[in-house]
T-cell receptor, first 113, second 114 residues
């Protein structure tokens, strides 16, 4: 049973373009939604996170959009750069426990120069 | 302290052998988590500690797996009688408790069971 569904599996974007990754969840108890970035051979690193009391959060070139009624959230990477090429994971957690995370299957992003 | 440290980085073992991994969290973090990540998948939660108490275990954590955090600092994850299906990256993360506390991940231990 996959509680967090992520799409697409892979994404190719030209330098300067916008990368969009989507996630959907079922469990309405989830109240913390982070996005992680992972480079090969490294552990995941937190990019940005949101709680359901806001619909959007922006940090630099990264924006999370959150739709509570649709139980969906997405990551937008503006002005994508080759250095953004990595695997991105959405995740969700419930009950204030930010470490007990349920991850999506990941999106491999390639940004072409 | 530069982050969560995991040792070894790589481990190759024969099926049926026991293996043990170590995680040293960020020093002021009292929560410590273990995850498993297989190729092409997201990390899957295994278990977590608050100080020395193991507070939650996933159904993924079979009887062959045991985790300890004896003094509330470093943790070990032991897998007994390894199977080929245990081959994966084992990730450790740590955080302070409370709302909005970021979980910091280590670089993981890659286990290959042959």
């Amino acid at each position: 049973q996959q509680q967090v569904k992520q799409s697409p599996q892979s994404l190719i974007v030209q330098k300067g373009g916008i990368s969009i990754i989507n996630c959907a969840y079922e469990n309405t108890a989830f109240d913390y939604f982070p996005w992680y970035q992972q480079f090969p051979g490294k552990g995941p690193a937190l990019l940005i996170a949101i709680r359901p009391d806001v619909s959007e959060k922006k940090e630099g070139r990264f924006t999370i959009s959150f739709n509570k009624s649709a139980k969906q959230f997405s990551l937008h990477i503006m002005d994508s750069q080759p250095g953004d090429s990595a695997t991105y994971f959405c995740a969700a957690a419930a009950g204030g426990s930010q470490g007990n995370l349920i991850f999506g299957k990941g999106t491999k992003l390639s940004v072409k120069p | 302290d530069t982050g969560v440290s995991q040792n070894p980085r790589h481990k190759i073992t024969k099926r049926g052998q026991n293996v043990t991994f170590r995680c040293d969290p960020i020093s002021e973090h009292n929560r410590l988590y273990w995850y498993r990540q297989t190729l092409g998948q997201g990390p899957e939660f295994l278990t977590y500690f608050q100080n020395e108490a193991q507070l939650e275990k996933s159904r993924l954590l079979s009887d062959r797996f045991s985790a300890e955090r004896p003094k509330g600092s470093f943790s070990t994850l032991e897998i007994q009688r390894t199977e080929q299906g245990d081959s994966a990256m084992y990730l450790c993360a740590s955080s302070i408790p409370g709302q909005g506390a970021e979980a910091f991940f280590g670089q993981g231990t890659r286990l290959t069971v042959v």
